[in-house]
């Protein structure tokens, strides 16, 4: 959400609890609705009084400031700390803001069997139970957006939200203690409390002068803006970093559709910078990988994307604050990169390329699926591709003779995991200086059970030395390693580099780069 959405929202929360609290005190009819839709008179001792006596005891202010206590505190840990301070501020503004309109409203509630449950006093105008209800919802999803998680996620908890807020009022319809303007007065400075902490939470912080002396080191912060819900916290966390260790502010640059990051990341080699921070997936940390390959100019990986499959890897987790940490204490270790040329290109990967199935699956996989259902996204592309014939490979590893099979992907690997729980390549580590290599090339429908059971077996036995190709033509799934593997296909098929599809293609050769990239990882 955009700084200019925030002050909107802001400003419509306040003008309409305004408006409404207008109608309440001056407009005629308001009254004789709340009367036609005040709540059943139900007795507080039947199993459902007593039932919303217990919702009305949980969701009450205290409970829900102690609930606020809790993930401030949480927020704190994570070195959110001026959304912590925002958190607290509204434990005490919240209730002091329904409490004061109240006084100055001083409308009674409607009769009410449950007179005299513990949280039925006072006046009636706003409802405090919805007020707090509806900061908690606020905060909970201000907090969800700070986490790595699909926009499903997201969507999930503002829907939790909602419905916690309405079963609050609801709550308190049923047992009589409001009437229904006052439930949505309640809503309304719910939501106005917490906005406004959270907009000056978002205050930007004073940047420093980069006076840190001419020893000082300094970083370049690569991110892909499409990967971040807030780029503004983003900012503030890793400024904060930077201050705390003596660092110099660092150079930000935003990744765009045409350039996933290869520019920025050799404007950071050109400016001399000691460290580069790439913030997003695995695109944008496969095209800055590339440009620092043989450069000795560490690199630090933040994971903000679906896959993350670098990160994976190397023991790099998923939680930023672990990342960020990792990026200043870790140890800059030297893994492998591959060389990948093909007809009219050549380029770096670190990860995993090849062709057939699984570049035709990521040429398929749409980024509007893989944001909503995260790694379930190229799961379904694959199962579109799974239908095709495959095409006529002829590989070479390394001097060995060539093989030709009839085969559904040939996959070249300079790391064992990949998007989905699974050891593809068993055998592969990041900086032994070898390529591994996977033909899938099933005959018929039998084999895909040899297949599957293949890759179990291969992701939870002790990994051994691969057999390498035969002669043999009844194996749909082999393995080899190598220095250089040559990838002959007819008729050509599309092929990827680290995800990026190219294509295409009637032939790929790859060849190794031993720890040719130095990437902070954790300490052994």
């Known amino acids: 959400m955009s700084q200019a959405a925030r002050v909107r929202l802001l400003i419509g929360c306040l003008v309409g609890f305004g408006l409404w609290t207008w109608a309440v005190l001056a407009w005629p009819a308001l009254p004789a609705w709340d009367r036609a839709w005040s709540g059943p008179v139900l007795d507080p001792d039947s199993p459902v009084g007593q039932v919303l006596s217990a919702l009305a005891l949980i969701s009450s202010p205290p409970v829900v400031c102690l609930a606020l206590i809790v993930m401030a505190a949480w927020a704190w840990n994570r070195r959110l700390r001026r959304l912590a301070w925002a958190m607290l501020a509204t434990v005490v503004v919240g209730p002091v803001s329904y409490l004061l309109i109240k006084g100055l409203v001083q409308r009674s509630r409607p009769g009410s069997p449950f007179a005299d449950n513990i949280v039925q006093g006072g006046w009636a105008y706003p409802s405090g139970h919805v007020a707090m209800a509806t900061v908690l919802a606020v905060w909970a999803v201000v907090l969800r957006r700070h986490q790595r998680g699909s926009g499903a996620a997201l969507w999930l908890t503002r829907l939790?939200?909602?419905?916690?807020?309405?079963?609050?009022?609801?709550?308190?319809?049923a047992m009589r203690a409001h009437w229904p303007s006052d439930l949505v007065g309640g809503a309304?400075?719910?939501?106005?409390?917490?906005?406004?902490?959270?907009?000056?939470?978002?205050r930007p912080d004073p940047r420093p002068d980069g006076g840190a002396g001419p020893k000082a080191r300094q970083a370049a912060v690569v991110y892909n803006p499409a990967k971040l819900t807030d780029l503004g916290l983003l900012q503030r966390r890793l400024d904060y970093e930077f201050r705390q260790r003596g660092w110099k502010?660092?150079?930000?640059?935003a990744t765009t559709p045409d350039d996933p990051g290869g520019s920025m990341a050799a404007e950071a080699r050109r400016r001399g910078v000691d460290l580069v921070l790439a913030v997003g997936g695995d695109g944008t940390v496969g095209a800055v990988c590339a440009e620092l390959v043989g450069s000795g100019l560490p690199l630090a990986v933040i994971p903000s994307g679906t896959g993350n499959i670098l990160a994976h890897n190397l023991s790099i987790?998923?939680?930023?604050?672990?990342?960020?940490?990792?990026?200043?204490?870790?140890?800059?270790?030297?893994i492998d990169a591959m060389r990948v040329t093909g007809p009219g290109f050549r380029a770096?990967?670190?990860v995993m390329s090849g062709l057939g199935?699984?570049?035709?699956?990521?040429?398929?996989?749409?980024?509007e699926l893989k944001q909503a259902v995260g790694n379930v996204a190229y799961g379904l592309s694959i199962l579109q591709s799974l239908g095709g014939d495959g095409v006529e490979v002829t590989i070479q590893v390394d001097d060995r003779p060539p093989v030709t099979r009839r085969a559904l992907s040939v996959l070249v690997s300079n790391v064992g995991g990949v998007q989905i729980p699974i050891q593809l390549f068993p055998a592969a580590l990041p900086d032994d200086g070898l390529?591994?290599?996977?033909?899938?090339?099933?005959?018929?429908?039998?084999d895909w059970t040899k297949i599957v059971s293949g890759l179990i077996a291969g992701s939870i036995a002790k990994p051994e030395p691969p057999e390498g190709l035969s002669d043999r033509l009844d194996q749909p799934l082999e393995y080899d390693q190598g220095r250089r593997v040559r990838i002959e296909a007819v008729p050509e098929t599309v092929?990827?580099?680290?995800?990026?599809?190219?294509?295409?293609?009637?032939?790929?050769e790859v060849e190794i780069e031993p720890q040719a990239l130095l990437v902070m990882a954790p300490p052994d």
């Open 435 to 446: 390529l591994d290599v996977l033909v899938v090339a099933p005959a018929k429908a039998a």
């Open 357 to 367: 199935a699984d570049a035709a699956a990521m040429e398929a996989t749409r980024a």
């Open 348 to 350: 770096h990967s670190i």
């Open 188 to 202: 309304l400075i719910g939501a106005s409390v917490a906005m406004a902490a959270w907009f000056v939470s978002l």
């Open 160 to 173: 939790n939200g909602l419905v916690g807020v309405a079963l609050v009022a609801l709550d308190r319809w």
């Open 249 to 253: 502010p660092a150079f930000w640059w």
């Open 495 to 508: 092929c990827q580099v680290d995800g990026d599809v190219v294509g295409p293609t009637a032939w790929l």
């Open 317 to 334: 987790p998923l939680d930023q604050d672990a990342a960020f940490r990792i990026a200043f204490e870790g140890v800059a270790r030297p």
